[in-house]
């Protein structure tokens, strides 16, 4: 089940004086910006997140749905501090132009993902949502690591949480029958009678989209899949719609077409976002139409994941979300205010000039110009200050549409490009484009195979140590190179082999902690399209890390199990903690310490009524840090709240077996009424049962009794099951006769009930009138002879057992 959704304590960030028109009209992007970019600095709760969906709710407010979501507020410098807290995922409402409480699981003092990964996942990122009935229903894909880098994981499954309207309330998670090739959620889109849901596919270095549809809002309902076809509903025959579209992207029916908008994948780390357009949702897409250069990237961040938000959009306008980052996590961590939403406008449809873009430029021809590079020329178009733009799809990958190259020849008719891939064919077009910004179509295209040599082996890096044990490691720059490889080898450790720390672009990157005061080799990787270089030149470093500071104060709960549930607030992340223990209703010391992952705790069973204190200590690789204060709680352990079940008696001779279902104590006492007795109360057994059975010894033969089960811990005696009557079967014999054969002699005959059973024979002389007499020899077997008996004289015989229980009397007159 998904977590408890709790509410954020923190304000809500405002428009201020600037409210949304009353008429609908929508939001601007900058003030969309800046109220994220302001409820991260004031909000004390959410400091920052991506992904960044929104579904608009029946009673008109804005659900956000974030995937990983640091917690706290910034520090004086607007740095992000190392304290904060990291969850994978979390949601914000909106309501008017007001933002916030933020939503997540768990509690203020332990906040955990709004939705859990499951048992086969790292981590869970959400995707979209719709709304559907009195509910919202979430798709949310599973991931694993896969290696030491930041995008370094695997799709392992989809999930689909629901929670309840209004209040949000959390309801059922299922897993989907869905596999392990297509991340399902990057965008979902009811229009008509269905709602489809789009999808990526990742394939090496290239993303395509996918559609699958259900009818209906309703996401549990059976799902189809278009094959670029048909629909059917085998997942494994879904057809790839385009290529180079981010793990999320947006896709609405605007103005009678369907409008795709996405990051440019076509390239790595583009900073372009594109828009395609269809005649339906499954396609044949248009485009692409270029829309926005995101500024970030020309500082060294990277973006990614659009979205649309048609509901706030103003007319005539797309709006559009995206997320930026910096795979350096110090960069990151230096500047809270990188890692949340931006948002830009773009007047829809695109204004189509009337006047007519100069002539298509003719006579292209790509050939191989050297080791990794295309040389590109064409004949001159007519016309003043034209210049012109490249164009390029990789065949090889896959690649649906041509993407336009960043870098331009300007008014050149020929132009050198790089970032090619060997062995892989590539098409290459050319537009002219006038002083007007008009622009020509694609030239007919030119087809070369691309042969690339791996890269030269970079410089050795320069290596700075944190006093955490994390590494910075910056490097110079390679042409034609965009990702490198990070290695390190401990020497201290006598490592022969390096292990990677991950694959990272851009100039620098933070790894880490290492071991404190190990020595190790750090060397580099280029990658590029001909493969991996040779590693550079080693630099040695030696980590040494300073003692983690002591934890601020932890709480202690207690549970009714008689366990104690710590928690407290993170130091850093990816730290473990001890955690000390003392009795100090016994008056014990602390001993050995239990060990936490996270900043929670829980101790087990204790003993009920005890008091305990507690002290956390912070642990990393240079040592134990400072305890934290203490804090002191109380073991109680509550009675057992649930009564057994299935209760059943199994009656043998002067004895019972029960049996019932545990509870999931391991004690229980038994209760027994003698109903043929009169016993009106209930006797407990002196004795308790462990487990799920037990015999009941010393019970009358014949008798009646009622037996009830209670489960009993040391907090007191649970509930009783419901009672079970048992009858114990007697010992006396059935068919009793007698008969006599001769003059003063009787034969008494039985057939017995339990063999082995000694029996006392009653005796009296009925003619006479006597009382009865008992032989005073017992016998066994089913047989008793009397002689010496009175003739004529009627005689009347019973067998009493050893309980004083006696049989039917049978009489005989005696020859």
């Known amino acids: 089940m998904v977590a408890a959704l709790i509410g954020g304590t923190a304000a809500a960030a405002t428009w201020g004086d600037e409210d949304p028109p009353e008429d609908g009209g929508g939001f601007p992007a ?82 955990t993902s709004l939705v859990p990964a499951g048992k086969d996942a790292d981590f869970a990122w959400v995707g979209d949502a719709v709304v559907t009935g009195e509910s919202v229903q979430v798709l949310v894909n599973r991931y694993k690591r896969s290696g030491a880098g930041p995008l370094d994981h695997r799709l392992t499954g989809t999930t689909l949480a629901t929670f309840g309207l209004p209040d949000l309330t959390t309801g059922p998670v299922r897993d989907l029958p869905l596999g392990t090739r297509i991340s399902w959620g990057s965008e979902v889109m009811p229009d008509g009678e269905f709602t489809y849901v789009y999808g990526t596919e990742v394939a090496g ?79 044949p897409f248009g485009g692409p139409h270029y829309l926005f250069t995101a500024p970030e990237v020309a500082d060294g961040h990277i973006v990614y994941d659009a979205d649309l938000h048609p509901d706030l959009a103003r007319p005539g306008r797309l709006l559009i979300s995206y997320n930026v980052n910096n795979l350096d996590e110090a960069v990151t961590y230096g500047d809270a205010s990188i890692y949340r939403p931006r948002f830009f406008e773009i007047e829809w449809p695109l204004d189509g000039s009337s006047d007519e873009g100069p002539d298509v430029p003719e006579g292209l021809a790509a050939t191989p110009d050297g080791a990794g590079v295309a040389s590109l020329a064409w004949q001159p178009v007519k016309g003043d200050d034209i210049t012109y733009r490249i164009y390029r799809r990789d065949i090889s990958d896959g690649q649906t549409h041509f993407v336009r190259l960043v870098e331009t020849p300007g008014g050149a008719t020929s132009f050198r490009t790089d970032f090619l891939v060997n062995g892989h064919d590539y098409e290459f077009a050319v537009t002219a484009v006038d002083a007007d910004g008009g622009e020509s179509a694609l030239s007919a295209p030119s087809t ?18 944190l006093p955490d044990g994390r590494v910075t490691i910056r490097w110079e720059s390679i042409a034609f190179v965009q990702l490198f490889k990070i290695f390190h ?82 130091v850093a992340p990816g730290l473990s903690y001890q955690v000390f223990r003392r009795d100090l209703t016994d008056g014990g010391d602390y001993g050995p310490p239990g060990i936490a992952d996270g900043t929670t705790f829980g101790t087990g069973r204790l003993v009920h009524g005890h008091e305990y204190e507690f002290t956390v ?44 279902r545990t509870t999931g104590s391991n004690w229980y006492w038994i209760f027994r009424k003698d109903l043929t007795a009169g016993e009106r109360e209930f006797t407990r057994e002196e004795i308790p049962a462990e487990g799920t059975k037990a015999t009941v010894h010393g019970l009358v033969d014949g008798h009646q009794y009622e037996f009830t089960v209670a489960a009993f811990s040391d907090g007191g005696v649970g509930p009783q099951s419901k009672a ?13 006769a ?29 003619t006479a009138g006597e009382q009865w007499q008992t032989d005073p020899f017992p016998v066994s077997g089913d047989r008793f002879d009397k002689t010496m008996l009175v003739g004529t004289h009627r005689y009347e ?12 009397t049978v009489g005989v007159t005696v020859e």
Not at 38 to 63: C, E, F, H, K, Q
Not at 262 to 277: C, D, K, Q, W
Request: aromatic share 6%.
């Open 617 to 660: 200590a912070a642990v990393n690789s240079g040592g134990v840090g400072e305890r934290s204060p203490t804090v002191r709680a109380t073991a109680k352990l509550a009675a057992p709240d649930e009564a057994p079940t299935r209760l059943k008696a199994d009656p043998a001779a002067g004895q019972v077996e029960l049996t019932w």
């Open 797 to 808: 015989f019973r067998i009493q057992l050893a309980d004083g229980t006696t049989s039917d």
């Open 489 to 570: 080898r401990d020497t201290t450790a006598g490592q022969d082999k390096a292990v990677s720390a991950g694959t990272y672009p851009g100039k620098s990157a933070t790894i880490g902690p290492l071991s404190s005061g190990h020595e190790y080799d750090i060397t580099l990787v280029a990658v590029g399209g001909g493969g991996d270089s040779k590693p550079s030149s080693p630099t040695r470093v030696t980590p040494i890390v300073a003692k983690p500071p002591a934890p601020g104060q932890p709480s202690a709960e207690a549970r009714s199990d008689g366990s104690i549930r710590l928690t407290w607030p993170q």
């Open 205 to 283: 270095d290239m993303k395509f989209a996918h559609v699958a549809r259900v009818r209906g809002t309703d996401l549990t309902q059976p799902w189809e899949f278009w094959t670029g076809a048909e629909w059917t509903t085998a997942e494994d025959k879904s057809a790839r719609l385009i290529s180079g579209v981010g793990t999320n992207y947006g896709m609405r029916k605007i103005g009678g077409r369907y409008v795709l908008v996405t990051h440019e994948n076509n390239l790595t780390f583009s900073s372009e976002f594109v828009a395609y357009t269809a005649e339906s949702p499954t396609g």
């Open 448 to 465: 070369m195979r691309a042969t690339v040599p791996p890269p030269s082996a970079p410089a050795a890096p320069q290596v700075e140590t």
């Open 738 to 766: 007698a008969r006599s054969d001769g003059p003063g002699a009787v034969i008494v005959t039985w057939k017995e009930t339990r063999p082995g059973t000694l029996y006392r024979i009653q005796v009296r002389d009925a």
């Open 30 to 111: 900058e003030q969309l910006t800046t109220m994220f970019q302001t409820y991260g600095d004031t909000s004390g709760t959410w400091l920052g997140a991506d992904r960044t969906a929104s579904v608009t709710l029946p009673d008109g407010r804005i659900l956000w749905l974030f995937s990983d979501t640091f917690l706290g507020k910034p520090g004086a410098d607007g740095s992000r501090p190392r304290t904060s807290g990291l969850i994978n995922s979390s949601a914000i409402t909106q309501t008017g132009a007001e933002l916030g409480p933020l939503r997540y699981g768990g509690t203020s003092a332990a906040p």
């Open 724 to 736: 079970v009557k048992a009858q114990i079967p007697s010992a006396l014999p059935t068919g009793l």
